[in-house]
């Protein structure tokens, strides 16, 4: 008789752990992100369909290998189709820049912003996961997004994202303030003076490079763009070049190329458990 009441007290206690896990996973994955969408579409927004399949991943993963795959127009600055292949091409379909409205902002019992005007096309939401975006394209929403800091909070990012995104881009209150102060002097005037020198300096070495290496026929300029970019930070930060501090900054792009093909699947839940070098970063 003991035995069977704990036999039963045992299984009830797993029971309720089982469809206490289920309901939690199916609010997550499941009934907040519609509801969310339902609201959306209601206050009028459009956007990419929520996928429980998390879609959005998905065409994103392949729009940027699809870009990626081809060679960049020549004689164009339009470079939104490469580099943000999948927002691009959200935005194209469910949005524009052409449409000013006058915006009001305020929130659902959910805490989500909506944008309360007559014509929504500057808003345009897409999925992270269960996770909802919201692509805001009006700058006056924006700057009263960016001078409301205690209402807006900065999204919090973990494991990988934290390795990619850190610094001021997240911080909040007075770790944001101390770290503000640190970085001010960078930007005094007579500290971007000699920034305006070292990129000149750059520049000319980089032009005799092109010199030397044109009597030998064609050049391919984007590695010394590459460089070129790092020379001058170098110089400006540390008072070094590029070939002094070369060895760092490869380290640094083969980090950044290893934590872009492991952040397409980051958000998704359990997926570091489950992939042998997911938490390679973190």
Not at 22 to 30: I, T
Not at 73 to 88: G, K, M, N, Q, V
Not at 94 to 122: C, M, P, W
Request: aromatic letters at 10%; a positive charge.
């Amino acid at each position: 008789m003991a035995m069977s009441l704990a036999h039963s007290v045992a299984l009830s206690l797993v029971l309720i752990t089982f469809f206490t896990c289920a309901w939690k996973l199916l609010c997550v994955f499941w009934l907040t992100p519609r509801e969310l969408e339902r609201r959306l579409r209601k206050q009028g927004l459009k956007g990419s369909p929520y996928s429980l399949l998390f879609r959005d991943l998905r065409d994103n993963a392949r729009m940027i290998k699809q870009a990626q795959s081809q060679p960049v127009a020549p004689f164009t600055d339009d470079i939104a189709p490469r580099i943000l292949s999948f927002y691009h091409h959200a935005i194209k379909t469910y949005g524009t820049h052409a449409i000013k409205v006058e915006i009001q902002l305020k929130f659902l019992d959910n805490g989500i912003l909506l944008a309360d005007s007559k014509d929504r096309k500057q808003v345009v939401t897409t999925w992270i996961g269960p996770r909802l975006v919201l692509n805001i394209m009006d700058s006056d929403m924006l700057k009263e997004i960016y001078s409301r800091i205690d209402e807006f909070e900065k999204p919090q990012f973990k494991g990988i994202e934290g390795v990619l995104a850190s610094g001021l881009l997240i911080l909040e209150g007075e770790k944001w303030a101390k770290r503000r102060k640190i970085i001010n002097p960078a930007f005094y005037y007579e500290k971007l003076k000699y920034v305006a020198t070292a990129t000149c300096l750059s520049c000319e070495e980089m032009i005799r490079g092109w010199e030397k290496q044109s009597l030998a026929g064609e050049v391919d300029v984007w590695p010394h763009l590459q460089q070129l970019t790092g020379d001058v930070l170098h110089r400006a930060a540390f008072g070094g070049t590029y070939d002094q501090t070369e060895s760092i900054l490869l380290l640094q792009q083969e980090q950044i190329g290893l934590a872009f093909k492991a952040f397409q699947f980051a958000v998704v839940p359990g997926w570091r458990n489950v992939h042998p070098n997911a938490g390679y970063l973190t």
